[in-house]
T-cell receptor
Framework: GNSVTQMEGPVTLSEEAFLTINCTYT??????LFWYVQYPGEGLQLLLK?????DKGSNKGFEATYRKETTSFHLEKGSVQVSDSAVYFC?????????????FGKGTKLSVKP | SQTIHQWPATLVQPVGSPLSLECTVE??????LYWYRQAAGRGLQLLFY??????ISSEVPQNLSASRPQDRQFILSSKKLLLSDSGFYLC????????????FGQGTRLTVV
């Protein structure tokens, strides 16, 4: 089946620190991979995505590369800001199995201190 | 442009009372629709998804149900709420293409007392 595993939080960093949030997946077929962000009290919104192996998604200084050989899609940012404090979800979207199969990781809470 | 509406934003209900949460999508046709629950300190749990009118797949057995009476309307219901039903409920839609992202509503904070 399809599944997503991401590192447990919370992650607490100082402003301008380097961020890595690990994400690995299990899937049949050829999934697309996503990172979503959830700010307090809100729904999720797309941060970035990659649709095939070796693609790099990027947005707002965040990057993630689709690594098929390691089944990973780790999220990175070189210098975090206080405004990046949120919960980050790794997800895959796959039509190799059930239709409409959108699977999320458990989420990683990031707190950035000034 | 596409939009998704979910209401109410917050709800406090007594144990044993019924529930109805509604979600509607505008600006797209035949979307995949999803209901997720996010319990405090936990990740997203897929409750139901629908690929078309009247087609509902349940991911987790529980006392909740979902219906899709119209193409762009998705309703989450319960006949009798339990304390354990408290949480943050999110509706989402996506297109059919596997590269399509999901779009989320603002969520409903349900507290069962």
């Amino acid at each position: 089946g399809n599944s997503v595993t991401q590192m447990e939080g919370p992650v607490t960093l100082s402003e301008e620190a380097f961020l890595t949030i690990n994400c690995t997946y299990t899937a049949t077929g050829y999934p697309s991979l996503f990172w979503y962000v959830q700010y307090p009290g809100e729904g999720l919104q797309l941060l970035l995505k990659a649709t095939k192996a070796d693609d790099k998604g990027s947005n707002k200084g965040f990057e993630a590369t689709y690594r098929k050989e390691t089944t990973s899609f780790h999220l990175e940012k070189g210098s975090v800001q206080v405004s990046d404090s949120a919960v980050y979800f790794c997800a895959l979207h796959n039509y190799g199995g059930s239709q409409g199969n959108l699977i999320f990781g458990k989420g990683t809470k990031l707190s950035v201190k000034p | 442009s596409q939009t998704i509406h979910q209401w109410p934003a917050t709800l406090v209900q007594p144990v044993g009372s019924p529930l109805s949460l509604e979600c509607t999508v505008e600006g797209t046709s035949n979307p995949n629709l999803y209901w997720y629950r996010q319990a405090a300190g936990r990740g997203l749990q897929l409750l139901f998804y629908s690929v078309g009118i009247g087609q509902i797949s349940s991911e987790v057995p529980q006392n909740l149900s979902a219906s899709r009476p119209q193409d762009r309307q998705f309703i989450l219901s319960s006949k009798k709420l339990l304390l354990s039903d408290s949480g943050f409920y999110l509706c989402a839609w996506s297109g059919w293409d596997r590269v399509a992202e999901a779009f989320f509503g603002q969520g409903t904070r349900l507290t069962v007392v």
